[in-house]
């Protein structure tokens, strides 16, 4: 297959925003009406509830809902040395550069005798859902265990779907295991998000779910987060994408193989190829069709490939202005100067700097997050850190001095809004000083 | 009136469980079909839609909707130099406490050779509102620019509502463009958020909203902000409150002009009062009676009076654990041990530490957000601060002996996940470097 391939300058205005826009999402009320009723039930017949959903929507009848010790030492077992390793090496790059992001209190005098803190505190209660669709996803149990486990979360659940035989994916056991978590449940889809939000016999309650998934574990995220009752959630989904910045340096087959490895993730991908080279970019498309002979799951990979575009830009600054407008979730930037141009980015999920450097680092082991916002969400949300498992409370504290000189401050702006109490409430205090 | 009042240790488990219930806050149908409509008149006719519903609703006629610099020099001069300079001070200390948590980047080589960053952007473009329904609120004009400015974010709009002389709320005005608001708008409730968030002709678009407000303001907050095409939402909304931990040695005028302070917020605020002294909470009870006659707003005050509790606790550590399972936006620990009780303390919005930090100081001036989680969002979401007028980006590059080590491991676990594109994109570089 050839892709579509445009010319920058070329293009209307109009034209240029209808390229740049995203495979439209349709918002499906029949999976919401669907999910509603799931979370329903599961709020009303609880464990009984999810056990039965289990056996209709995952085929399987499972009696004990939780992976026992037993079966976490079986997973491990079942995996090779090599795939361990890999595992363990993930995760050690996943918690240098998390532990890194443990913020320090703050403490500020803001004026003499008034104090100002903001510390942290962990969430206490988190649940992470790891998917197992098309393929099992232990990359995703790192990304959420990680940084769960280092902010302290001291309740850390996932829920992950079933495979036919009732157990989990030994790979996602082990790897959630490896990264901090014990408590881990067979269960998946919209029944893991209303177990975890609202807690069953076996399931404890949580107060925030992380995590991917597909369309009916997003619809009941974003239901559970709507109700104050329920969970907040890490951030909004959407399609994954690239955007690849490529000069006429950059080797082919890389940028080639980096726009595959976007496609592959699902047919709702969309993959943006920008440089300032015509030869580059026939390079690229040619090399694209050599590897897609391949490559399995090519199905999904040539319909992403249908909704993406490979675009020849006036210069790599041109190529960087459409990609601050775009927001990609994963922005490679392939070029010689790769370093220099970073100053000049603004909205991306993960930036992926020079021609080493391809998206499959930071999808694994780089040790940065991949829950990443997609879908134009890159101007509005943050990435995964551990910032999102953590809460920030502020703290003052004036002494008699401090009160002194910021009580009738406040009393000044407590009248000029009207707010009688709030003025008498530093009255009283500056009486009894004798002020 | 007399407050109610109970004895923890006498209760049920049930009962302990009603009385820590917040008051119901019905989710209003036919509010969101309103702002619904509101939403989207003003995405259709921009500008007029404005002025019509701003004519409609607010009973203003305005030609031009943007506040001018004659405007703002003529709110500057409206005020008396008493209440200039107490916001002058209130923002510097809003400033000293924000500008203190701006990120450092981080820098973090997670195995030798593979370098990854998290670096802080500006949101490009926010919208503040700032309502000023029974009493304007400038306060909520310093906490709201003050971040937005120091954040950097290159837009920053401010919506708020018209008085009936087609004039801002002149403290409002002063107080915003004092913090670095230059862009103000005469708008108000559903059709400010429905600016904001899609532009209009006058309006920007941005990407985040932020700010408190009555119902429809919530509502639209809600509904641009589960549009991909809207804009993000700063946190949920709910009634105001306050806890307050007493002990013996608390002033019981101190602790019942707090709990009024909160009550005058809102016919719905909630305000509870935690102590292990019988006598104190029956000396408070009675002041509270006393200094009600002060105080205008008293009807409001009398109707979340109704809803709140002064509650005898066994012992101070009772009072902590009650706390933090009721998660409260504003907690007010006045005992001679305060700092001392600071680590147990785990889910609170903002915390007032000993007898001479009432929650006035952190709702005008002592440096703290008084945007804060509230109705049991602050075990799931934190108050405003600068992070969340940033955005989190990382970054990750790999040298060639660090892409030798690490490039092995990704495509590894690509394998495991069936991902043999994001191999092939290890596996050319491997084989360019003759690996």
New interface residues.
């Given amino acids: 297959m050839s892709l579509p391939r445009y010319q920058w300058r070329t293009l209307s205005t109009v034209e240029r925003q209808e390229l740049m826009q995203r495979p439209a999402?349709r918002s499906n009320t029949r999976i919401a009406a669907d999910v509603a009723a799931i979370i329903e039930q599961v709020r009303r017949d609880g464990d009984d509830a999810v056990r039965a959903l289990t056996a209709t929507l995952d085929g399987v009848a499972l009696d004990a809902l939780q992976v026992t010790a037993e079966e976490i030492v079986a997973a491990r077992d079942a995996l090779s040395d090599?795939?361990r390793n890999?595992?363990t090496?993930?995760i050690?790059?996943i918690q240098?550069?998390h532990k890194?992001?443990i913020?320090a209190p703050?403490r500020?005098e803001?004026?003499p005798g008034?104090i100002?803190e903001?510390?942290a505190?962990p969430?206490?209660a988190v649940g992470l859902y790891v998917p197992a669709g098309?393929?099992?996803?232990?990359?995703a149990a790192m990304m959420l265990a990680v940084p769960a486990t280092l902010a302290g979360c001291d309740t850390r659940v996932l829920c992950s779907p079933p495979r036919k035989d009732g157990s989990l994916d030994p790979?996602i056991v082990f790897a959630a295991y490896a990264a901090g978590i014990t408590q881990m449940f067979k269960i998946g889809g919209a029944q893991a998000i209303a177990a975890m939000a609202y807690g069953t016999a076996t399931v404890p309650k949580v107060?925030?779910v992380f995590g991917p998934g597909n369309a009916y574990v997003t619809a009941a995220k974003?239901h559970v987060a709507?109700d104050?009752a329920g969970?907040?959630q890490d951030m909004?989904a959407?399609p994954s994408e690239v955007l690849v910045i490529a000069d006429a340096h950059a080797?082919a087959?890389?940028v080639a193989?980096?726009l595959?490895?976007q496609?592959?993730?699902g047919a709702d991908s969309q993959v943006i190829l920008l440089t300032d080279s015509a030869a580059l970019l026939e390079s690229v498309n040619s090399a694209i069709e050599r590897?897609l002979q391949?490559?399995?799951?090519s199905d999904l990979?040539r319909a992403a490939l249908d909704h993406s575009a490979l675009i020849e830009v006036p210069s790599i600054d041109d190529a960087i202005a459409i990609s601050n407008q775009y927001a990609p979730e994963h922005l490679i930037v392939n070029t010689t100067n790769?370093?220099t141009l970073?100053p000049k980015?603004?909205?991306?999920?993960?930036?992926?700097?020079?021609?080493?450097?391809?998206?499959?680092?930071?999808?694994?082991?780089?040790?940065?997050?991949h829950v990443l916002p997609t879908?134009?969400?890159?101007?509005?949300?943050?990435?995964l850190?551990i910032?999102q498992f953590?809460?920030?409370?502020?703290?003052?504290?004036?002494?008699?001095d401090?009160?002194a000189t910021?009580?009738p401050?406040?009393?000044?702006?407590?009248r000029?809004?009207?707010?009688?109490?709030?003025?008498?409430?530093?009255d009283?205090?500056l009486a009894?000083a004798g002020q």
């Avoid at 909205?347 to 694994?364: I, M, R």
Wanted: aromatic fraction near 6%; glycine fraction near 8%; charge should be negative.
């Fill in positions: 999402v090599t795939d890999a595992i090496a993930a050690a790059n240098r550069f890194a992001q913020p703050i500020v803001t004026q008034v100002c903001r510390i505190r969430i206490e098309t393929a099992p996803l232990p990359s790979a107060s925030k974003m709507a104050a969970a907040a909004p959407g080797d087959d890389f193989t980096d595959l490895s496609a592959e993730h590897f391949m490559l399995n799951r990979i790769a370093r970073l980015i603004r909205n991306a999920g993960s930036v992926f700097l020079g021609s080493l450097t391809p998206e499959s680092l930071g999808d694994y082991c780089s040790g940065t997050n879908y134009g969400y890159a101007r509005n949300y943050s990435g850190g910032d953590l809460l920030q409370m502020t703290v003052q504290e004036a002494t008699p401090g009160f910021i009580g401050i406040a009393a000044t702006l407590a000029l809004e009207g707010l009688s109490a709030h003025a008498l409430a530093v009283v205090r009894q």
